[in-house]
């Protein structure tokens, strides 16, 4: 088991006095403490270095108030890492190395610990002794405020052994209730960091590209006005007969300048316009992807029906007279009544014929056109399935029939469109065996609803 990072302060003891400590058989202090220590001693008038802090206190600081971006970013400058290929674990191991050996590399460390945290160094340098340094750590830990507080107390002048112990422990518990309840939001913590380096990068990128082309754009203004300047005052001290030519030149100078500025101008705009293309072409895809999916599965309900219209083509071309099994893809309806509701006269007059053939009953309804609308109610109860194509049939006719077929508990079942295809691929898709318990305990028990009255 590994040792903690550094013995807990025997505050209590080390109050005690040399004869006191002998008679209670307890030491002044710990061989640890007494040690030679290179960490600065509390009340001086200036903060502690990162490297004059204890070798263990570096990994918890490393890790807490800088993050892994920056640790990329800094790190390999002082090491031979490489910035993209290292892992994460190498970059914090390297980071602890530098500050624990000191050198340009702790220094640049302790820099940009102090630029980042600064607000939180002079907050806490307001601390007199170490216990308001103590309250102001309590705070902090209430606000979640933690890495600058943790940065400002561990080098702040009146930071004890005590007070540094205090924090550590403060942190090292509250890591592990995080790593214990906050798991998931951990990786996420991760996911969204590293994505929020890249686009730090990128636009870190795009800032110094607008930087240079500002810059190579203000030197070249700067270069022109410089020769305009130049070239007034030339004219103003040659004789007249020069006038002209210098004239020329400077409306040549101010051609140019006036060029540089379109071509600056349309860059921008091509860039914008590029931007742009760019959404509209992500769009474009998002829709194209959408309608590809709609055709996929619209080409699979296809396959299907012409599948199962194949086989029923089959089927019925089949003169060995099988019809038991499971050869015939309409044998299912036999013996059973089935409601068809709307369609076309030239599909359901195939449809009858399929159904007579295979020893259904197939009762057609076309859903208002030319039958009666109150006909429909009338020829539901005893059917065992009601069927209905929903591109040939008006919503009054859909909405009642679907109301009929809830209160007289019979199964209703939509088609894709009116074709035979979706009829014969409808009947292969049931399972025999439900519609089977439909024939044989007959449809459901009447409804206590009145068709007329509700």
């Known amino acids: 088991m590994h040792m903690p990072p550094f013995r807990l302060a025997q505050t209590q003891r080390l109050k005690l006095s040399g004869d006191d400590a002998a008679g209670t058989g307890l030491r002044a202090a710990d061989a640890c403490c007494s040690a030679p220590s290179k960490a600065v001693a509390p009340n001086t008038k200036r903060r502690a270095r990162l490297t004059e802090l204890d070798n263990h206190l570096h990994c918890s600081i490393i890790g807490t108030c800088l993050s892994t971006h920056e640790l990329r970013k800094l790190v390999p400058k002082f090491t031979g890492l490489d910035r993209r290929d290292a892992t994460d674990l190498e970059i914090h191991h390297s980071a602890v190395e530098l500050a624990i050996d000191g050198g340009a590399g702790a220094k640049a460390l302790h820099k940009s610990l102090d630029e980042h945290y600064a607000a939180a160094i002079r907050?806490?340098?307001?601390?007199?002794?170490?216990?308001?340094?103590?309250?102001?750590?309590?705070?902090?830990?209430?606000?979640?405020?933690?890495?600058?507080?943790?940065?400002?107390?561990?080098?702040?002048?009146?930071?004890?052994?005590?007070?540094?112990?205090?924090?550590?422990?403060?942190?090292?518990?509250?890591?592990?209730?995080?790593?214990?309840?906050?798991?998931?939001?951990?990786?996420?913590?991760?996911?969204?960091?590293?994505?929020?380096?890249?686009?730090?990068?990128?636009?870190?990128?795009?800032?110094?590209?607008?930087?240079?082309?500002?810059?190579?754009?203000?030197?070249?203004?700067?270069?022109l006005n410089e020769q305009i300047v130049q070239l007034t005052a030339l004219a103003t001290r040659q004789i007249p007969a020069d006038d002209a030519d210098l004239e020329a030149q400077l409306q040549r100078l101010r051609e140019k300048l006036a060029d540089a500025d379109q071509r600056i101008a349309l860059h921008t705009s091509r860039r914008e316009a590029a931007e742009q293309r760019v959404a509209q072409e992500q769009g474009a895809a998002a829709a194209l992807r959408k309608s590809r999916d709609q055709a996929l599965a619209l080409l699979k309900v296809a396959q299907s029906e012409c599948d199962a219209l194949e086989q029923a083509t089959l089927d019925a071309s089949d003169t060995s007279g099988n019809t038991d099994g499971g050869r015939a893809s309409l044998a299912s309806v036999r013996g059973k009544r089935i409601v068809y509701v709307g369609g076309r006269p030239g599909s359901n007059a195939a449809l009858k014929r399929l159904v007579d053939a295979a020893g259904g009953d197939l009762v057609l309804h076309d859903g208002g056109v030319e039958d009666r609308k109150g006909l429909l109610a009338a020829a539901l109860p005893g059917a065992h399935i009601v069927v209905f194509p929903v591109d040939c049939i008006d919503h009054d006719s859909m909405n009642t029939l679907k109301r009929v077929c809830e209160r007289h508990q019979i199964d209703y079942h939509p088609l894709r469109t009116a074709s035979v295809a979706s009829f014969v691929e409808l009947m292969a898709r049931l399972h025999p065996v439900h519609l089977e318990q439909l024939a044989q305990g007959g449809h459901a028990p009447a409804s206590a609803f009145c068709l007329r009255h509700g």
């Open 123 to 223: 907050r806490f340098d307001q601390a007199a002794d170490d216990v308001a340094l103590l309250a102001l750590w309590d705070e902090a830990l209430k606000n979640g405020d933690i890495p600058p507080a943790y940065w400002a107390l561990m080098t702040h002048p009146y930071a004890t052994l005590y007070v540094r112990q205090k924090a550590f422990g403060d942190l090292h518990m509250l890591s592990h209730l995080v790593g214990a309840a906050n798991r998931a939001d951990i990786r996420r913590l991760v996911a969204l960091e590293a994505e929020n380096a890249e686009l730090k990068e990128k636009i870190e990128r795009q800032q110094s590209r607008l930087q240079e082309i500002g810059t190579q754009r203000d030197a070249t203004i700067a270069a």
